[in-house]
């Protein structure tokens, strides 16, 4: 028999399903202004682009070349080369590995 029941239930049922859809809408909008807000610190923190200091070699122009006149006086610069205390010291590098056993050492290769 339906009855005033009923009629409460389904009304009870509705208030129900209105407001958790109401509390859906409100949470999806908090979200989305949450991520709009992020997004904008996120461009109002961004670090200005940097800056040199002009150099001062702009200044300096380089000597003319003039065929057979005379050469730079100065020095090219010389390759690296280690010094001879370090050489031997502890501080060398170590190879990784030891030597291999001679059983694994192959013959030397003929020359054709």
């Known amino acids: 028999m339906p009855g005033q029941n009923d009629k409460r239930n389904v009304k009870l049922d509705l208030t129900i399903a209105c407001s958790l859809f109401a509390a859906g809408v409100v949470v999806s909008v908090m979200s989305l202004a949450q991520i709009r807000a992020e997004h904008r610190m996120e461009l109002a923190q961004a670090t200005q682009p940097l800056q ?3 150099s001062t070699d702009q200044d300096k122009m ?3 070349a ?3 006149g005379e050469r730079p006086t ?3 610069p010389q390759p690296a080369r280690p010094d001879p205390q370090t050489q031997g010291a502890a501080g060398a590098a170590k190879p990784a590995l030891p030597p291999a ?5 192959a013959p030397p290769l003929e020359k054709k």
């Open 52 to 54: 040199g200091t002009p």
């Open 74 to 76: 100065t020095p090219a």
């Open 101 to 105: 056993p001679a059983e694994k050492i």
């Open 66 to 68: 003039k065929p057979g």
């Open 62 to 64: 380089p000597a003319e």
